[in-house]
């Protein structure tokens, strides 16, 4: 079964300096992967996807993820932390809904990430 | 404008009771989804629905039924609470449910229930 593994659950930076957010996946498929970020008391929000095509993708607010077939990973990273972006990020995979046709998400268990001044 | 809205915002129960909580989007989508969020803050999802049609049913307890009156509108209920329901539910809708789920999903800012 597909499935997606976040390694590491709080992940804390200073402010200015280097986000990177761990994902692994499992599949034995070429999987589809996102990732959401949960501001407090907020629903989850779209930062980005991999479906096909480039490996490197680009999303909102500056964040990036690699997709490393060869690693089974898609790590979330951003070049310069903000304060704004303190939030719980989850990343997901597309899996069969069993017995269906449909795709559904799959989430990993979700990172903490705290931005220190 | 409020994309997908969820009401109630908090509800805190005791255990026994029947609890409905509402989901309204304005986005024109066909696919809506229920998930739920643990305190441990684990999301999976529940239900989805399609045109009206429940097409993923997850393995959840006979005592939550969904119910979609209308393509924007899809309200859980849940009859019997119990402890272990205490959690954030979270509605949520796209464009079309296809297997690759290339249409983004849109959340809801979610229902906290406290059941106690």
């Known amino acids: 079964a597909q499935s997606v593994t976040q390694l590491g659950s709080h992940v804390s930076v200073s402010e200015g300096a280097l986000v990177l957010l761990r994902c692994n996946y499992s599949?034995?498929?070429?999987?589809?992967l996102f990732w959401y970020v949960q501001y407090p008391n907020q629903g989850l929000q779209l930062l980005l996807k991999?479906?096909?095509?480039?490996?490197l993708v680009k999303g909102i607010n500056g964040f990036e993820a690699e997709f490393k077939k060869s690693e089974t990973s898609f790590h979330l990273t951003k070049p310069s932390a903000h304060m704004s972006d303190a939030a719980e990020y989850f990343c997901?995979?597309?899996?069969?809904?069993?017995?269906?046709?449909?795709?559904?998400?799959?989430f990993g268990q979700g990172t903490i990430l705290t931005v220190h001044p | 404008d409020t994309a997908v809205s969820q009401t109630p915002k908090y509800l805190v129960t005791q255990m026994g009771n029947d609890k409905s909580i509402k989901c309204e989007q304005n986005?024109?989508?066909?696919?809506m989804y229920w998930y739920k969020q643990d305190s441990k803050k684990f999301l999976k999802i529940m239900f989805s629905?399609?045109?009206?049609?429940?097409?993923i049913n997850e393995t959840v307890p006979n005592r939550f039924s969904p119910k979609s009156p209308d393509k924007a509108h899809l309200n859980l209920h849940i009859n019997s609470l119990e402890l272990g329901d205490s959690a954030v539910y979270f509605c949520?809708?796209?464009?079309?449910?296809?297997?690759?789920?290339?249409?983004?999903?849109?959340f809801g800012p979610g229902t906290r229930l406290t059941v106690t």
């Open positions: 949520a809708s796209s464009q079309d449910p296809g297997f690759y789920l290339i249409y983004e999903q849109y």
């Open positions: 986005l024109g989508h066909d696919t």
């Open positions: 599949s034995s498929v070429p999987p589809y």
């Open positions: 997901a995979v597309i899996t069969n809904a069993g017995g269906t046709s449909y795709g559904k998400l799959t």
């Open positions: 629905y399609n045109n009206k049609e429940l097409i």
């Open positions: 991999y479906t096909t095509g480039a490996t």
